[in-house]
Structures are given as structure tokens and as C-alpha cells.
């Protein structure tokens, strides 16, 4: 049995790969129906970062994968409040609001709600964001006591900053070029692999 941090982030690299396998998908068969149904699992997956009280209290404690997602749920909305001004959680909430944002926006896109030329920036700079909040987890006693542990943020933090980039710059350049329009998804879907396989707690 997986201690409670360790299903969490089989459950988000689960996530993450998903969502680069169908947003790839989705870029090879461009008027096919994966356009409307990828940007649902960011979305999701930042509201899964968004609604959790974080208290850390079962961080390393052995748990079922059925506890695991029932502990998503808060039991009081004053814990929330509390916990949620600790440097670590706030990094979490913001990459989680990035994600429902770029899941929102590009679903808008897709549906042809938000055609304006602008929108498509958001992607890569939500991207870059959320990277960043991820990336920049520093290990205390508290949170991220371990090397291994910083290290799976470190990856994923770096493959959004970096896909995100290449991904504004494809955008950017006219015409555009497909293949480039994948690092992204592709950097998603190996960094969600990462969290699934290799997240482990020695």
C-alpha cells in the first residue's frame, strides 16, 4: 500500500498523461472530437488542487487510493482558510487556477466561443505559470522533506516553463509549424509518467 503522497501523484501523473495523449490526439485529427474533450482533464485537474485541505497531517501515512480521493474533499472551510496561507499551499492553489483556466480557455477555443487571436497566448503563458508555482517548491521539515521528492516537481515544473515557451514561440510564428504545437503535450504526457512510475517515497 502507497502512503497518501504517493497516490496523489499517481493520480495527477494519470491525469497529466491523459492529457497529453488525447491533447496529441487531438492534434493529429484536428476537427475530431478530442479538441472538445482534452481541455476537460486540466480543468479537473486543477480543481483537484484547488478544493483540498492541505493540513499534511496524512502526507506519509499508508492509505487506500479510495481514502486517497475522498481526503480531496474539505471538512471544514475554516481549516481551508487557514491552510491555505502557507507559502507551499498557495503555489499549489495557483498552479491548480492555471490549469482550470487554460482547460476553460481552450475548450472556449475549440467551441469557437473565444476567436480572437489573443486568446491563444494564454495557453503558453498559463503554462509557464503554473510551471513556475510547481518548479520553485522548496523542501522544508514540513513539506517536501526529501531530494526525490522536489526533484519530480523540479521535472514537472521544468517541462511546462520549457513547453510552454516553445509553444508561445509556434504560436508566434506564421505559418505555423504542427510539429512544434506538440512539445507541449508531449512534455505534459512524460512528466505525467514521471509522477505516475517514479514518484515513490524511499
Known amino acids: 500500500m502507497m502512503?497518501?503522497?504517493?497516490?496523489?501523484?499517481l493520480l495527477f501523473g494519470i491525469g497529466l498523461a491523459m492529457?497529453?495523449?488525447?491533447?496529441?490526439?487531438?492534434?493529429v485529427y484536428p476537427a475530431g472530437p478530442l479538441r472538445y474533450v482534452w481541455p476537460s482533464l486540466p480543468f479537473l485537474l486543477g480543481l483537484f488542487l484547488v478544493i483540498p485541505t492541505e493540513t499534511q497531517e496524512r502526507t506519509y501515512v499508508r492509505v487506500g487510493a479510495w481514502?486517497?480521493?475522498?481526503?480531496?474533499?474539505p471538512n471544514s472551510l475554516t481549516v481551508w482558510l487557514t491552510t491555505v496561507q502557507e507559502a507551499h499551499v498557495i503555489q499549489h492553489k495557483a498552479a491548480g487556477v492555471c490549469a482550470m483556466l487554460a482547460g476553460g480557455i481552450e475548450g472556449g477555443r475549440a467551441s469557437g466561443w473565444l476567436?480572437?487571436?489573443?486568446?491563444?497566448?494564454?495557453?503558453?503563458?498559463?503554462a509557464i505559470a503554473?510551471?513556475?508555482?510547481?518548479?520553485?517548491?522548496?523542501?522544508?521539515?514540513?513539506?517536501?522533506?526529501?531530494?526525490?521528492?522536489?526533484?519530480?516537481?523540479?521535472?514537472?515544473g521544468g517541462a511546462l516553463v520549457l513547453g510552454g515557451v516553445v509553444h508561445g514561440v509556434a504560436s508566434a510564428r506564421v505559418p505555423q509549424r504542427p510539429i512544434w504545437q506538440g512539445v507541449l503535450p508531449a512534455l505534459v504526457l512524460m512528466a505525467g509518467l514521471d509522477l505516475a512510475f517514479f514518484y515513490r517515497i524511499p
Open 3 to 9: 502512503t497518501h503522497t504517493e497516490h496523489v501523484h
Open 19 to 27: 492529457t497529453g495523449v488525447l491533447w496529441l490526439g487531438a492534434q
Open 67 to 73: 481514502d486517497t480521493f475522498l481526503s480531496v474533499f
Open 130 to 156: 503554473a510551471g513556475l508555482a510547481v518548479g520553485i517548491h522548496g523542501g522544508t521539515h514540513q513539506h517536501l522533506p526529501r531530494g526525490v521528492e522536489q526533484l519530480h516537481h523540479w521535472i514537472l
Open 115 to 126: 476567436s480572437a487571436p489573443r486568446w491563444r497566448w494564454m495557453l503558453p503563458l498559463l
